[in-house]
């Protein structure tokens, strides 16, 4: 919500809390199925459409953003008076809890004079965000069951690590406070041991297991070596039974390419990325692909990862552009990769390249994917990774679908999709092309 309004704020837009001057109410796209409309007549928001305000769907928004235009509502539009409110008596009672003081009105100023590429004028909008309440109530429980799935992690064992992933997500998505054992019980995903470290949580803050794996010597190295880029949980098992205990012991080993950048930039790597940082770096890319159109506007770019999920702190930068125009051979995803990449680097803000895509020739499998290292310009800032995907407009929804994740949230769609006799990939989802077991 906050990137929205920042956004708006950088088109000329102004805040306002007044309901009489919003003209636009925009409702997250996922929540139309369950959202508590009765919140709008409590908020007195029920008349805006008597005075020709629009109900949107927030996509509306983020898609003016990307094409820097103001684009028409018609397809975005929500016809509340249409919507039967019988489910709305099950939210009264959900209603005291919502946050509504967290609605916020954006309102900007009066329309610019258009220029050849007609400017983005946001109107007064008021913008509705999705409910999280109930992955806050639970967060303490979350945070701690996500140092447990790491712990796991950096020691390989890919059974408990995958048990905590899936509990994680089943919380996550749980629409109420956990209070008791039996109910943590009843959450699918969720088994007795579990259930029993939930409850370690809510009654005492900690999981006692937990401080005494991490006190453990083997797991702390464990841990140092998985933060080395380049390197997994079994990459760093490998040395640790070839006796390294540190890293000046590994600077004397045998490293990749990868690893040998890894340990060089280790400190910055190690540290989490801030939103605010995030959003920096993807500005100057989005410069960078503005460039790159000249008068068109058949590229668009995206944050993807960990930032379009929300989190506060983010490991890497996520970057995916979308091409519009894949039939143009100047803007095939190595081309579009080697004159963004070009830009970068001549503006210093690459170091280093995880990826050798500028060497490939091979047209057929030909890169859409870059790995690197970005710095922002300054001598306190630090190294940070950068992934960039490029997708063709066809590909836009299932991309954004797939690099947006989790690993293990695309993981439980595939595995859906599979049962319906489908592949879904960041490239599209496919019916009826399920491989067949050679052996069955």
């Known amino acids: 919500m906050k ?29 139309m199925d369950s959202f508590p409309w009765v919140a709008l007549k409590n908020n007195n928001m029920d008349k805006i459409q008597e005075n020709n305000g629009k109900y949107l ?46 609605t916020s009105s954006l309102l900007t100023s009066p329309p610019k004079k258009k220029s050849k590429r007609k400017e983005l004028d946001l109107l007064r909008c008021h913008v509705i ?88 010597e083997k797991t702390k190295i464990l841990k140092m070596f998985c933060n080395v880029w380049g390197a997994g949980p079994h990459t760093a098992e490998m040395w640790y039974s070839q006796g390294m205990r540190n890293l000046k012991d590994l600077r004397r080993g045998k490293l990749t390419r990868r690893q040998e950048i890894g340990l060089k930039l280790y400190r910055d790597l190690s540290e989490k990325i801030p939103r605010q940082e995030v959003i920096k770096i993807f500005q100057i890319i989005e410069k960078c692909v503005t460039e790159m159109n000249g008068d068109e506007s058949s590229l668009g770019v995206e944050l993807v990862g960990s930032y379009r999920r929300g989190k506060e702190n983010c490991g890497d930068v996520d970057v995916m552009i979308v091409n519009h125009d894949d039939d143009d051979d100047d803007k095939r995803p190595g081309e579009i990769l080697k004159k963004l990449w070009n830009l970068l680097k001549i503006q210093g803000f690459l170091t280093d390249d995880l990826v050798n895509f500028i060497q490939s020739d091979n047209t057929d499998k030909e890169n859409r994917k870059y790995y690197g290292i970005f710095k922002l310009k300054g001598d306190e800032e630090k190294h940070r990774r950068l992934d960039i995907f490029v997708v063709s407009g066809r590909e836009y929804a299932s991309g954004l679908f797939h690099y947006t994740g989790s690993a293990m949230f695309n993981r439980t ?24 077991d050679p052996g069955g």
Request: charged share 35%; aromatic share 6%.
């Open 129 to 216: 965000p999705s409910s999280s309440s109930s992955v806050k109530k639970n967060k303490i429980v979350i945070e701690e069951l996500e140092k447990l799935e790491n712990v796991y992690d950096v020691r390989n064992d890919t059974s408990r690590c995958y048990s905590y992933k899936r509990a994680i997500s089943a919380i996550s998505l749980y629409d109420k406070e956990i209070k008791t054992y039996q109910e943590a019980c009843s959450i699918p995903g969720i088994g007795q041991k579990i259930a029993s470290e939930i409850m370690e949580v809510l009654e005492s803050g900690k999981i006692n297991k937990l401080e005494n794996l991490l006190d453990d």
């Open 57 to 102: 769907k927030i996509s509306w928004l983020s898609d003016c953003l990307k094409w820097k235009n103001l684009l028409d509502t018609k397809n975005y539009e929500i016809n509340v008076k249409g919507i039967e409110n019988s489910r709305d008596r099950k939210w009264e009672e959900k209603l005291n809890e919502m946050e509504v003081g967290e």
């Open 413 to 436: 769609v595939k595995i859906l999709a599979r049962k319906k006799n489908m592949i879904l990939t960041e490239r599209g989802l496919y019916a009826g092309t399920i491989r067949k």
């Open 3 to 31: 990137f929205f309004q920042e956004r708006i704020k950088d088109n000329g837009g102004n805040i306002t809390n007044d309901n009489l001057l919003v003209t636009h109410v925009l409702i997250e796209d996922s929540m």
